[in-house]
């Protein structure tokens, strides 16, 4: 009799473990205002925004409109945007899901990388819908939910 109820209990342990770890996720696996972005270097928010910043201080010299003149060149060749174009379409994107706030995740975390934010929205789109916005996003590497880590799946 012991014998078959260890048997039972191993079956029922098995079967408990295999369903836990090939379940989906689902919408408790993530926060549902919040999604994760990592940006392609050198082209993060902030970082944009310094750039901006930066080329309006080289506008108010003769010298500095040369610089920007033959900077703009340089971009054009290299068919890149100018920085205000980016920081602009990041700024709108922002607007669109209700971003509230953006925090760094994990400055000094060499395993997350560099310009990995977590963006905490007002909820007025969804999860996938905002991922699908900054996925679309040529300045992002990519975008995902923000998952709540779990120990135990139960």
Known sequence: ??????VL????LGISLFLAASRSATAADFVLD????????NLAPQELAL????RQTLKKSF??????FWGDLKLTFARQEKPEIRLSRLQS???EVGALDKQKL???SEAAGKNVYVIKTDGSKSV???????????????????KILQLYPY
């Open 1 to 6: 009799m012991r014998r078959y109820f260890l």
């Open 9 to 12: 209990m191993i079956l029922l």
């Open 34 to 41: 919040e999604i994760v972005v990592k940006y392609k270097d």
């Open 51 to 54: 750039q901006v910043a930066s």
């Open 63 to 68: 010298l500095g409109r040369i610089q920007l």
């Open 93 to 95: 994107v922002d607007q």
């Open 106 to 108: 994990l400055e000094t």
């Open 128 to 146: 996938e819908q905002m991922v699908n916005l900054y996925e679309a996003l040529p300045e992002v590497e990519y975008a995902e939910p923000s």
